[in-house]
């Protein structure tokens, strides 16, 4: 099969014989077609968020999956051994084994939003060394979220007090109360990310509905197994032929839903864990939100 | 269908133990509600159980419990919040129960299955089976209906679901009515339907129970049955959903959580970045990239579609997908980026399925050509609208110009879209973008909007959706 793709063979490279930076520069030399965004692709580092166009390279949605296979492409790795989740599951995990293609599978790859991440991914997934000194400067998921939506207020608030300040009479009067509002949020916003345990919190209700979500599932799997029981004592074949194929499809869902509870729960963790890089990070887009704040307040 | 006679003794012998013991049994309900799953009930409950039992005292003929349907204890939610104890005593008014016989009766070994049935039993309860399109299955529903028909004709009081099983979207429509409602209140004309709007704070989507230690706010009203003159149970059954409806609107008012979940998106199909994965006839598609965005069940449906569907057929799958990712959001519910296989979409019923959540949506192309898609998508607080029937969601598709940020423009678009779309607005100076959460949304005249505002573009093209429900 001939696929368009073909233009871009690369040739694969042992993780276990680059340093990080490498690593990190290969990756982010891989999405360079799919950045948008070329002023901040040309700027970016460990930290440049693949998606989002005001600080992140503009990649969008639909390669989101060409980003991870591109990491693939590009690294070996010696976590080639698959072995079987359990018992009756088509799953597996990957253990030392020969040198080999490096395979991300479904759901590893949730949280590597940036270079730095992707490469972090690497390493807590035991395909190349953890380097300590390298992970102090990749920003954690969290913080790339949270500074993400900083700079999508800071903007929104800079363009609304641009385009108010062109206007006259009733329609400014109207557009002056939604940049009250939005200095309003922006000042909240700022607050709150002054404050890592107001973060931590803010952030946790995330992981509160997604925790419900799963307790509930497992209360259906549950309910499911003892209609199964009381299918058995029945003798309904066809009865209990069913309830095992929803059976199987709750345990698929559960399993995506605990993947998804561990993000949740990482970001939740991680936003109140500040350390220097995030600090810069989050002092970088206060300054931003509080020159928004400072130049729309001259307007009202 | 009259009932037979040893049908009409097992009612009345089922009537007369439950009356035995109704205190007991709706004390434990009131005591596992609260203690067990530390419920609470809203500090309005007191006045709202005086309005309607004014208003049931009032009404001395039989009632027909309709309420909305999300969780496995909904009946016993419902009871406890509608029924104070100081009127069990009167037991013409407690409600018998309609379970689905596959979800309760045959839970466990023996002896739970044993124990579950008595406790039904005792709690009024006369199976239904909701499934099954054969003569036995029909006529245990038939029979089911004429015991419903018998209890209210001697004045009583029954507890039906009138959607028929638990919302899969967590909101209920009023354009999809079911007839049963309204074919037993044509069946017993004096009865009254007793509308109940009940869900807890932070119940998104069908689970077993709410979320323990959640508050339970409740709407209630008592409306007309049939109509003098009213033939048709569809009339009945959408007037009886169109209040249902109403009450939903009101719990929704006192909510902290967005109404509207609508999300959209558009794919330029002539993107260069789009081809990559596929043979240059667009014929064939790399294996693993496909089997990193769609279930199994996508790819089968897929397979059918052929060579020469499988470009269009692929990324229609993507846009839904993208579509539904933004509407789950603005419901709290975040799909990682890439998780693009939590959703699953079924192109042919138009329906898309949180498979973590098991929460529905609903889907609709509303753009599909050779140069564009563009999908919207429906969690809840409308109706999408179909090819019949104008939905709850508006949209607009534009061209980006040559120049112009696709990101800013898309914004721009957006607005002025919104302005014309309300002669109240007029123009978009009057409104303001904002980023909550990640998610965009809309400033009028200084306050938050729940339009649930979705942006997208893709190469050429831009796209924005909200909602006017």
Redesign the interface.
């Known amino acids: 099969m001939a696929f368009m793709r073909k233009q871009a063979v690369v040739e694969a490279i042992d993780l276990n014989t680059i340093t990080p930076e490498d690593a990190e520069r290969r990756i982010t030399a891989g999405v360079k077609k799919y950045a948008t965004n070329e002023a901040n692709y040309a700027a970016a580092d460990a930290n440049t968020p693949y998606l989002g166009h005001i600080v992140g390279m503009g990649i969008e949605s639909s390669n989101l999956a060409d980003i991870t296979m591109s990491i693939e492409r590009q690294f070996l790795t010696r976590m080639t051994a698959k072995i079987g989740a359990g018992e009756g599951s088509a799953d597996f995990k990957l253990a030392p084994g020969e040198l080999g293609k490096l395979r991300i599978l479904d759901g590893q790859d949730a949280l590597a939003a940036t270079p730095g991440l992707s490469v972090k991914m690497l390493m807590d997934l035991g395909h190349m060394p953890k380097n300590d000194a390298y992970l102090e400067k990749v920003m954690s998921f969290a913080y790339v979220m949270a500074t993400g939506d900083g700079w999508k207020t800071a903007d929104a608030l800079k363009k609304m007090a641009a385009k108010a300040e062109k206007l006259a009479g009733a329609e400014r009067v109207e557009a002056l109360a939604n940049l009250n509002s939005l200095v309003a949020r922006a000042k909240d916003y700022d607050a709150l990310l002054a404050d890592a345990a107001k973060l931590a919190a803010s952030k946790s209700a995330a992981y509160r509905h997604d925790k419900d979500g799963y307790d509930a599932l497992n209360s259906e799997l549950g309910l499911t197994v003892d209609k199964i029981k009381g299918a058995s004592a029945g003798g309904d074949a066809a009865l209990l032929a069913k309830l095992r194929g929803e059976e199987a499809e709750i345990r698929t869902r559960l399993k995506m839903s605990a993947a998804k509870l561990r993000v949740s729960q990482e970001v939740a963790e991680a936003a109140g864990r500040r350390r220097a890089i995030e600090s810069a990070k989050v002092a970088e887009v206060r300054a931003a939100l509080q020159a928004a704040v400072s130049s729309a307040a001259k307007l009202s | 269908m009259p009932l037979e006679a040893e049908d009409v003794e097992a009612l009345r012998l089922q009537r007369l133990l439950s009356r035995v013991l109704v205190v007991p049994v709706s004390l434990v309900v009131g005591a596992l509600a609260r203690l067990h799953f530390k419920y609470r009930l809203d500090e309005n409950i007191d006045a709202l159980r005086a309005e309607i039992w004014a208003k049931l005292d009032g009404h001395d003929g039989p009632v027909i419990w309709a309420a909305n349907h999300l969780t496995?204890i909904d009946s016993f939610l419902v009871y406890w919040a509608v029924f104070p104890a100081s009127r069990l005593l009167e037991e013409r008014r407690i409600p018998w129960s309609t379970p689905e016989y596959?979800?309760y009766?045959?839970?466990?070994?023996?002896v739970?299955?044993a124990l579950i049935r008595g406790l039904l039993y005792l709690c009024r309860c006369i199976p239904f089976l909701r499934g099954g399109e054969d003569a036995a299955s029909d006529s245990w529903r038939q029979k089911a209906f004429d015991k419903c028909a018998w209890i209210l004709r001697a004045g009583g009081a029954v507890f039906v679901y009138p959607e028929a099983g638990r919302s899969r979207s967590g909101w209920l429509e009023p354009r999809r009515p079911k007839d049963f409602l309204g074919k037993l209140a044509l069946e017993v004309p004096g009865a009254k339907f007793l509308c109940v709007y009940l869900r807890a704070d932070?119940q998104?989507?069908t689970?077993?129970?709410p979320?323990?230690g959640d508050r339970l706010r409740v709407v209630a009203d008592l409306i007309d049955g049939a109509l003098p003159g009213e033939t048709n149970p569809r009339d009945v059954s959408q007037r009886l959903f169109d209040r249902l409806a109403a009450m939903q609107q009101e719990w929704w008012r006192g909510s902290r959580m967005a109404r509207n979940c609508a999300g959209n998106d558009v794919?330029d199909l002539k993107?260069a970045?789009?081809?990559?994965?596929?043979?240059?006839d667009l014929s064939?598609a790399?294996p693993?990239?496909l089997g990193?965005?769609l279930t199994e069940r996508e790819l089968a449906y897929l397979a059918r579609q052929g060579p020469a569907g499988l470009f269009r057929t692929f990324w229609r799958f993507?846009c839904a997908k993208?579509a539904c990712h933004k509407a789950l959001g603005r419901a709290?519910?975040?799909v990682?980026?890439?998780?693009?296989?939590?959703i699953e979409v079924d192109l042919f019923r138009r329906k898309a399925l949180h498979?973590?959540?098991?929460l529905q949506l609903d889907i609709r192309f509303t753009d599909d050509d050779e140069d564009k898609l563009h999908c919207v998508a429906v969690l809840r607080g409308g109706y999408i609208g179909d090819e019949t029937a104008e939905g709850d969601v508006l949209w607009t598709v534009a061209g980006v110009p040559p120049a112009a940020?696709?990101?800013?423009f898309v914004?721009e678009l957006a607005l002025d879209f919104i302005a014309s779309a309300n002669d109240e607005i007029g123009?978009a100076?009057?409104?303001?973008?904002?980023?909550?959460?990640?998610l965009p949304g809309v400033?009028?005249?200084?306050?938050?909007q729940d339009w649930s505002l979705s942006l997208s573009h893709?190469g050429r093209f831009a796209a924005a959706s909200f909602m006017i429900s």
């Open positions: 496995l596959t979800n009766y045959r839970l466990g070994g023996p739970q299955s932070r998104i989507a689970t077993s129970y979320p323990k794919v993107g970045l789009l081809r990559e994965n596929f043979s240059e064939e790399d693993s990239w990193r965005h993507f993208e709290v519910i975040v990682p980026n890439g998780a693009f296989r939590e498979l973590p959540t098991g940020s696709p990101g800013a914004r123009s100076a009057k409104l303001a973008l904002i980023e909550d959460g990640g400033l009028w005249r200084g306050a938050a893709s």
